[in-house]
Every structure is written in C-alpha cells, then in structure tokens.
C-alpha cells in the first residue's frame, strides 16, 4: 500500500513533498480530524542504516512523545504499518524554516532576534530540564509558525542524560550534528557535556540572526577550529549590533566549557529580557558573568576593511572580538570571513556527510556507538 493510501486509512488526505532523504521523507497532509494541514515525517525500515533503527529512531520516538512545549513543534500521532514504515504526524511549519527566511528577509532587527531567541532558549531550558539533549540545533530546525513564532524541530540526534552514581551527567562521545554549529570539543572527538553543546549551537544561531552570515568558515574545520579555540568572534560593523548582544553571543561561543554559559544563564542574559537594550557593560558583566568567570567586553578595534563571504548582504567587517598580538593581519584576516548562508549537512543517520569532522579526519564520528 502506498504512502497516499496508508494515510488516507488514518485521517489524512497527501499533500506536497516537503523534503526527501536516503531513508526518510516529509509530506503535508491535510487531517480530517484536526481540521489544519500536518506535516508527515515518514521513515521506511527496510532502507534505514541499523545503527538509526537501533539506537537514534527509538530515542526520537520516546522523545517526540513526552515533549509538550509552545516553542515546540508537536507531534500528533505515531503509528507504524506491516511493512516496516513508521509514520511521524507533526505540526506544521507554515512559514518555512529560520534559515530561508533569514536569506529571503536578511538579518533580523535586534528587537526581533531578542523574541525569537527566548522563545528557543525556554524550549531548549525545557528540554535540558527533563535531562534531553537536541545536539543538532540549527537555522534548518526552527520552523516558524504562522505568527512567525519559533518552532523547535527534528529531534533524530536527541537522548536522554545519563547520571552517574553520584549523579553527575556522564560525557557524551558521539559526533552528530552539522559542522557549522558544532562546539570545537565535538569536532575534535573530545568526550563532551552534552547540555553544553546545545549552547554553543544556540551562539551560532543568534549570531546568524542578527548578522545575516555564519560565524565561521567551516570550508576548513582545521582552520575553523583555531580561531574558534582562540575565542575570537568577528562582528560586522555594519550591523551595528548592541554591546549586549555581542557579550551574549561571544559567552556562548566559548571555547571552555567550563566556562561557557548554562541555559539558565542564557535566559538571565540582560540581552534576553524582554524590553532590555541600552544597559551599560558593567550591567553585563554582573548580570552575564555568573559562575563561569566574568569576561570584559571587548570593543572592536579600527581594522582594514573587508567584505563578507556571504551572499546575502555585502558587508564590511570590524576587527576580532579578542586579537592575540602575536598574530599578524595577514595570517588572521582570512580566517575572520564569514561564509554564505546556506543548509548544512548532517553527518549520521543517513544523511550527507559534512565536509569535515575531526581536524584533517576523515568525516567519521569519533565514536558511533558510545552515549
């Protein structure tokens, strides 16, 4: 029975191919039932790798069913037929995705940026509450609904944390994930905290929001890496961002994740609250600074100018947030170009592989059997 018939059973009339992988794809449908069109994620068996039918498909099962959050995409209905395809009925994104829209438009206004990203920041501190990790957060899984609300999506790389004895959250040593938004200690291969991941994820996504381009360069992971490890983070100058924001971005994106801020901090940002602007940089460093160590904003220095790699909006770019002085200007201004916009790859479950993974590596993740 075909896949227009076996909906048809359940209440649901086939719509438009949303997206199509190795293994998987999307439909709209429009539900009898609730009266609204549905997307229909559907996933046959027979062509799935065994390690997404063992480990990845039941973790996104079990997920997907406690998961009941307004900034979360809900699912409806999971059924499964004899022949080995199993149906996820979800809501719709009728908007399309964070990162098409961001291309259409160009950089969200701050104001803009400041809701959209508290509404993913309390879906993510829900998750991270009930112990669940996303680790693929990214501009592709934020789904906007019709008011333009953010819509957390796609939960195949998720799991639940595990706590040792002591009930300390063990190291997670799986790669998953897209090159772009993944911390340098996941792309090194490091045993990393997995809740922590999340969060520099969440830095390159308010990045791209409110600067229309990717942080960093990821056509060269080694290259990428360096510059991520030295925690330097390059603003263009003609967004004319706030000293808020930057601080805000620039504490997510740290490169130590001991100190690299938790959700709860995120969401006790002053950037994040709602109406904030303007406030002065020592209000930052008491409010941002938490248990993690406080770091002083940095203001750009003048620097040669220097167009941006993306697309979108031609830009001139201001100087490093930090600059080690024992790097010339020849060897650091490359590495400071942010590149297009565009959807990245993932690098399990089937999909297309990112470029790179580890330093010079081979694109496997480290470790595709550990938690």
């Not at 790798?49 to 900034?71: A, G, Q, T, W, Y």
């Not at 045993?191 to 969440?202: G, M």
């Not at 002085?325 to 990245?344: C, V």
Request: net charge neutral.
């Amino acid at each position: 029975m075909d896949d227009a018939a076996v909906l048809k059973r359940r209440g649901y009339i086939m719509g438009i191919n949303l997206g199509e992988g190795s293994y998987a794809k999307v439909k709209s449908a429009y539900s009898e039932r609730l009266k609204f069109n549905v997307a229909v994620k559907i996933i046959d068996r027979k062509k799935a790798p065994p390690d997404f039918l063992e480990k990845f498909l039941p973790r996104e099962i079990e997920i997907l069913i406690v998961l009941n959050h307004h900034s979360i995409i809900k699912t409806y209905e999971i059924f499964e037929t004899s022949e080995g395809k199993v149906y996820i009925v979800m809501e719709l994104g009728v908007q399309g995705d964070l990162l098409e829209f961001i291309k259409t438009h160009g950089a969200l206004h701050e104001d803009d940026a400041r809701k959209k990203f508290r509404q993913l920041s309390l879906a993510v501190k829900y998750c991270h509450d009930l112990d669940i990790v996303h680790r693929d957060l990214k501009c592709e899984n934020l789904l906007l609904d019709k008011d333009f609300n953010i819509k957390l999506s796609d939960f195949g790389f998720s799991k639940r944390c595990l706590r040792d004895d002591s009930g300390r959250l063990t190291l997670s040593k799986t790669f998953c994930g897209s090159a772009a938004y993944a911390a340098p200690e996941v792309l090194q291969g490091i045993p990393y905290q997995p809740k922590v991941y999340d969060i520099w994820s969440l830095g390159v996504i308010l990045y791209i929001m409110v600067c229309g381009s990717m942080p960093y360069d990821d056509s060269n992971i080694k290259k990428m890496l360096r510059v991520q490890k030295e925690h330097r983070v390059n603003f263009p100058r003609s967004k004319r961002l706030t000293d808020e924001c930057k601080d805000l971005i620039y504490r997510m994106l740290q490169p130590d994740v001991a100190r690299r801020l938790r959700i709860d901090e995120v969401l006790g940002h002053c950037w994040v609250q709602p109406g904030a602007r303007g406030q002065s940089s020592a209000a930052i460093s008491k409010e941002a600074g938490g248990s993690r160590g406080s770091e002083p904003l940095q203001t750009p220095e003048p620097g040669p100018d220097k167009k941006s790699a993306t697309k979108l909006e031609p830009q001139e770019e201001a100087q490093p947030e930090v600059r080690p002085e024992s790097k010339s200007k020849e060897e650091m201004l490359p590495a400071q170009a942010s590149r297009p916009l565009e959807a990245t790859s993932v690098t399990l479950a089937g999909q297309q592989r990112s470029k790179e993974t580890v330093e010079g590596g081979s694109g496997q993740p480290p470790d595709t059997h550990a938690e």
